[in-house]
């Protein structure tokens, strides 16, 4: 009829369309992307609470390795677990009454040590390299006798020979400047400020003498952290960026007839 208009509008996207922040489907992804993100987070962060702890160094005995004041990351061990080349924290009233000490086990029970033969450390009668030393320092300020490590025991050097109070400084002690495996508290893996990473493991020569420790979990530890940081923030970031993505689309407008 004449006079008479007609308005015609575009049809409604369904429920599974894209509208200003996106579509079903893809807010359903981003939720469980960030549920699963602080899943992640939270268990590498509670993972790595509950089996390393942090010390700080407070003395140069372990240069180059480890300068004093850096901050470590040490893995709870039993004793029993120590092996020839791991650098550990333990407690030894013997040593010091109230501190912890970091230093690296080169002897274990049933071992003997001695140095040096050619400027070497010599285990159960094999001459240790040791690149973790300073650069051309000498194994042993002073040579020491040949030390029978008694059995649940361990010999401790620090890796910067000359400033290091270890076993060497012990050897009157009724047991020959070793110190019980129940002493160890933990096995640093990481030096973590400044962030050295984890520690060489560089061949040694103790790896001749037997089985030798294995990294922990810190790796995985890390990555459990970082992969559920990234998944929190890019689930998270869906929203914002479909509706601007939505924004900048042209709207379907509507058509009249007169």
């Known amino acids: 009829m004449a006079g008479e208009s007609t308005t015609r509008t575009a049809p409604r996207s369904g429920g599974t369309g894209t509208g200003p922040v996106g579509s079903r ?8 992307a960030v549920a699963l993100g602080i899943v992640l987070f939270l ?3 509670a993972w790595g609470a509950v089996i390393y702890r942090p010390y700080t160094v ?7 390795t480890i300068d004093a004041g850096d901050r470590i ?9 120590v092996r020839r080349g791991d650098v550990v924290v333990f407690k030894d009233t013997a040593w010091v009454s109230n501190a912890l000490v970091v230093k ?3 002897a274990i ?9 050619k400027g070497k450390l010599t285990v159960n009668g094999k001459q240790i390299d040791e690149p973790y030393l300073p650069p051309g320092s000498l194994a042993e300020v002073t040579d020491f006798p040949t ?11 620090g890796d910067e020979r000359q400033g290091s109070l270890d076993s060497t400084a012990h050897l009157t002690d009724a047991a020959s400047g070793t110190v019980s495996r129940n002493a160890v508290r933990a096995r640093v893996d990481a030096v973590v400020w400044p962030m050295n990473g984890m520690l060489k493991t560089k061949p040694t020569g103790f790896e001749t003498l037997g089985p030798l420790s294995a990294p922990g979990p810190l790796r995985t530890v890390v990555v459990l952290i ?6 929190v923030l890019g689930g998270g970031a869906y929203g914002p960026i479909a509706q601007r993505m939505g924004r900048s689309r042209p709207r379907a407008g509507s058509a009249g007839a007169h």
Not at 25 to 32: K, V, Y
Not at 111 to 117: G, I, K, P
Not at 226 to 231: A, I, P, R, S, T
């Open 104 to 106: 690296r086990v080169v």
């Open 226 to 231: 970082v992969l559920g940081g990234v998944l």
């Open 58 to 64: 407070p003395t140069s005995s372990m240069t180059p």
């Open 73 to 81: 990351l040490a893995e709870r061990v039993d004793g029993d677990e």
């Open 43 to 45: 268990g590498g962060f």
């Open 109 to 117: 029970g049933g071992d003997t040590v001695s140095c040096c033969t």
């Open 25 to 32: 489907t893809g807010q359903r992804l981003s939720g469980l």
């Open 147 to 157: 030390v029978t490590v008694p059995k649940g025991r361990l010999f401790l050097l």
